[in-house]
C-alpha cells in the first residue's frame, strides 16, 4: 500500500497546470458545410486551393458527389481535364470516428470504368474519354 501512495505522490507532481489564458478555442482551419456550395466554397477559397489549379479543373462543368458513408468527404471530377479531386472537410470525423482537424485534398484521374459512364450519359465526348482512358495519362 505504501509503494502505491508514494506511486500517487509522484504522479501528482508530475502534473502539469493548464495555462489561465489560452485564448479563443475552436478550430484553426475554415469549417465548410458539408454540401455541394460548401466545396465549391472550398475550392474558390484561395487560403485552401491555388486558383490557377481551380480555374484548370473548370467548377462550372464538374461532377460534385458526397462520400455515400463518410461525412465531410466528397469528390470532384472534372469533365475537361479528367481529373478526380477527393476533399476530406475538417471538422467531420473519418472512417475511423476521429474528428480531422484540418481539410484537405488529394488529386488523381476518374477510373475508366466511371469515364465509360459519364460517355454513356453525354458528360464528354469520345475524344475526351480516349484521352482520359489512356494507360499513361496521369491527370492535368
Known amino acids: 500500500m505504501k509503494i ?9 507532481k508530475l502534473k502539469v497546470d493548464k495555462p489561465k489564458d489560452q485564448g479563443k478555442v475552436g ?8 454540401s455541394k456550395q460548401g466545396i465549391i466554397s472550398f475550392l474558390k477559397d484561395p ?3 491555388q486558383q490557377s489549379f481551380t480555374k484548370k479543373i473548370d467548377l462550372d462543368t464538374c461532377k460534385i458527389f458526397p ?6 468527404v466528397w469528390g470532384v471530377d472534372s469533365m475537361k481535364t479528367g481529373n ?21 485534398f488529394e488529386t488523381g484521374v476518374i477510373p475508366k470504368r466511371e469515364l465509360q459512364k459519364y460517355l ?3 458528360d464528354i465526348d469520345q475524344k475526351s474519354f480516349d484521352r482520359f482512358s489512356k494507360e499513361d495519362y496521369y491527370g492535368v
Open 4 to 12: 502505491f501512495q508514494e506511486l500517487l505522490a509522484e504522479a501528482e
Open 27 to 34: 478550430p484553426k482551419y475554415k469549417q465548410f458545410p458539408d
Open 47 to 49: 487560403k485552401e486551393v
Open 67 to 72: 462520400d455515400p458513408s463518410v461525412a465531410g
Open 84 to 104: 478526380r479531386i477527393v476533399i476530406y472537410l475538417g471538422g467531420y470525423k473519418d472512417p475511423f470516428g476521429d474528428l480531422r482537424n484540418h481539410n484537405d
Open 120 to 122: 454513356d450519359r453525354g
